[in-house]
């Protein structure tokens, strides 16, 4: 199952370089050759997103980011404007995950989503920590979620390159380090991100060292 895994990030990563490389002249300093990484996010209006309940979420500073997957089967005929929807309604309902429980959020517990076909969903406002059902440290932490079982599945070259994108923008918008960016396994008893997403994480922070250098 899954489509193949990503063939260009290579070029990716040149692209991001050249693309900074031109900017940082243009626009010398980090804030400003960061705004021209930044990959089409559909907004939270666009997928209709209901306000959020900001009694149930905590402040926080984003210092580092974390891909998770969905460890669910991708749904490629499910658009990411209802994935979205669906997201927060799971997030406003207590309710349980498996034999944990799961007291009602305050909005969609990711800051962003991304589907398999690439597309990116914007989540919980940045300046609020994230939600897990488990131990699981959310705060100062940017959450991505990434669609599929990547136990059993391959991630799409789509979701490799926007994944890519959206976390060297992050980093260089709020000048986080490669050494920052993570797993979720790497600090929970979990195999998320999946076995076939971990090993291009170390590629995502090879991007974001290439970018930042400049
Ligand atoms: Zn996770």
Partial sequence: MGTRPCHNRLLLTRALIFCAGVLAFALPGVPAFAGSLAPDVVPRAAWAAKPPNFALMSAQK??????????HRVQPRVSLEAKMRGLQEFAFKPGRVGLLPKP???????????????RIGEGRDLS???NSVTAFDNEDRIQIAVE???????PSQAEVESLTRLVTWLAASYGIPASAISGHGDFDQTTCPGKNLRPILEEIREAVR???AR
Wanted: hydrophobic content about 40%.
């Fill in 148 to 154: 599929g079982h990547f136990e059993r599945e391959q």
């Fill in 128 to 130: 609020f920590a994230g």
């Fill in 62 to 71: 984003p210092a580092e980011i974390i891909i998770h997957h969905t460890a």
């Fill in 210 to 212: 290439a970018v930042q």
């Fill in 104 to 118: 009602a959020w305050g909005d969609v517990p990711y800051h962003y989503y991304i589907d398999v076909s690439g």
